[in-house]
């Protein structure tokens, strides 16, 4: 489990996060984190937080992204809202490495998400491509964190019927919903 000051790295999308606060230290109303990312680094997939609003702060070079299926390109002092249930994605197309000060709200599990996530980037689990686990992992995982983040691609019934009928197999194939991150920094 996490805790503020403890760091993930996603060796794949070139993503770190650096936890400011937990949703323990908040009562579950607010995760706090800052996002660093490396020229060329991306979010794996384009998502939506069902139940949560999420603001980006940009601290040091330029954030891209697309919102609600708009482009977006925003500099230091600029704020981002994603409001609950809209699409996004963003990426550091820029030369400098870019850091985001991000505030989810509620904060429900996202950062045991994040900790899932990244841990199976660091054990290798992932496509070196995409950053993302087999379909198996994936669909546990979806299944489990399904209040915290959907992906964009898929309409949700669909992945509710999918990641609903794949889970159990997954776990019957010996994947876990629980995977922690190798060393907590």
């Not at 993302?132 to 691609?153: D, G, S």
């Amino acid at each position: 489990m996490v805790k503020s000051g403890d760091v993930l790295e996603h060796p794949v999308t070139g993503e770190k996060i650096v936890f400011r606060k937990t949703a323990r230290e908040t009562s579950g109303e607010l995760l706090q984190a800052d996002l660093y990312m490396q020229p060329g680094a991306f979010v794996a997939a384009e998502h939506i937080h069902p139940l949560q609003e999420e603001r980006f702060k940009v601290i040091m070079g330029t954030l891209h992204g697309r919102v609600a299926g708009k482009e977006l390109s925003s500099s230091p002092g600029e704020t981002i809202v994603v409001p609950k249930g809209t699409p996004h994605v963003w990426w550091n197309a820029g030369d400098d490495e870019l850091q985001v000060s991000v505030e989810v709200r509620p904060a429900l599990k996202l950062e045991h998400f994040f900790e899932v996530f990244f841990g199976l980037a660091q054990a290798g689990k992932v496509n070196p491509k995409t950053g993302l686990p087999n379909p198996f992992q994936l669909a546990l995982i979806m299944h489990t964190y399904r209040n915290e983040l959907v992906l964009a691609q898929l309409p949700r019934v669909v992945q509710t019927l999918l990641f609903g009928t794949l889970a159990p197999i997954a776990k019957l194939l010996g994947y876990h919903a629980e995977y922690p991150y190798p060393h907590v920094k």
